[in-house]
């Protein structure tokens, strides 16, 4: 499907078909696009996490009050991202590469990061939020919905999937088979307060 | 183009064609195709700030290094977003649904983000960088080429914009031209270091 048209008919599906299944090709085509979402000195901060026990869903789906497309969803991804990826084996995201343009970046890294947590924050949400909209345009390609989720209580998923401390949880991706046609899109707002031309 | 096909061939691109322009027509495909991407409670919390004066490039290039595409980019958009969008006439962004769910949203937004100042931040970041892959992917299917970059100093660039103090930098995005093939890609970390089933 092309580009544009998936992003136009890209919705957030709450209610998919229980009984559908996602075959085991089509996760990996899923998985293996994910991971082409580009991510800041490719650093590669994010993490899936694929709930697939049942008592699992049921735990998540407790957490994010009983939202139904955590249950009826083919697939639930916890996105998650490591903040303290820029000090972890950080020479295996760029060996492909020149050795001067690998060094130079290499110790560009911790320059970057060291001392400004904030950032370590910032760069896994953004890494794991490019790469959710790279699952939902992919899986929308695919013939698949997706929901993008953030309202749910964070401890008890935390909890649920033994998060690392050095990690953050960025959002649940509910993915399936849409049975309902989404309401009209829900409102935009005006284009002048969108779009700016060299400053506020 | 394919989506799939986009998210393989996206590459960050640092080398333009200083002289090629995207037509306004292109711009606006663009630009409507980056509104269609999610954001939590349809807040739209992200704005764009097109960079067409040359004195503002050449700040901008100033603060992010004089890395080259900053100024070679056909065009450079600053994507900010905004933290208070959940305090900002939210009815705009659900004029369209029928008006018991409309207010059962309107009452879950302040709920949602209340006395979360960090989430305000978190939100802020995820619905701008959801936006910022919808734009790249748009773009490579258009063809052009795009750098998305984090690298800069926010105060100069801030102050160049005059960002509100509500908002919040998320990322400059270059588009244009590439005039040169990228590098392969740099390297992927292993399968079961980003994929996990139910927990870490």
Known sequence: MDVLKALYERRSIKEFDPMHKISSDDLSTL????RQAPSSYNLQHTKIVRIVDREMRKKISAAAYNQPQVLSASELFVLAADTKAWQKKTERCWQ???EKIRNFILKSIPEFHQNRPWIERDEAIRSASLMAMA?????KSM???SCPMIGFEQEPVKEAIQLPNDHVLV???AIGKGVKPPYPKPGFIPMEEFLFLDHF
């Open 96 to 98: 492909n590469v020149p």
């Open 31 to 34: 998985l293996d696009a994910a």
């Open 171 to 173: 959002m649940l991706l």
């Open 143 to 145: 013939g698949y919905d």
């Open 135 to 139: 699952i939902m345009l992919a899986a």
